[in-house]
Nanobody, 113 residues
Framework: QVQLVESGGGLVQPGGSLRLSCAAS????????MAWYRQAPGRQRGLVAL???????TYADSVKGRFTISRDNAKNTLYLQMNRLKPEDTAVYYC???????WGQGTQVTVSS
């Protein structure tokens, strides 16, 4: 039973940066693959990035080189550092255990000039 709460979203201009945080009410097991997802208006929710227990990361091609996923198990927190943001990054961002079937509220990221 893990509850996840996303935060850190907001409005930012193109080229700007944001760091999203995902706080877990329970411990984030080192055996869990953690992931960030996003859903833009009129689009399906898609995988943005994931991080394995061993620290290996995978990114969607659209964010590769700009976003960095990380985890701090001691703080029960997952992060997504987003740099050089583009308007097409605008979406609601969700954190989750990879392949977990339930979702939280997410945090809105809007990239606009």
């Amino acid at each position: 039973q893990v509850q996840l709460v996303e935060s850190g979203g907001g409005l930012v201009q193109p080229g700007g940066s944001l760091r999203l945080s995902c706080a877990a009410s329970g411990s984030i097991s080192s055996t869990n693959v953690m992931a960030w997802y996003r859903q833009a208006p009129g689009r399906q929710r898609g995988l943005v990035a994931l991080i394995t227990p061993g620290g290996s990361t995978t990114y969607a091609d659209s964010v590769k080189g700009r976003f960095t996923i990380s985890r701090d198990n001691a703080k029960n927190t997952l992060y997504l550092q987003m740099n050089r943001l583009k308007p097409e990054d605008t979406a609601v961002y969700y954190c989750n255990v990879y392949n977990r079937p339930s979702w939280g509220q997410g945090t809105q990221v809007t990239v606009s000039s």
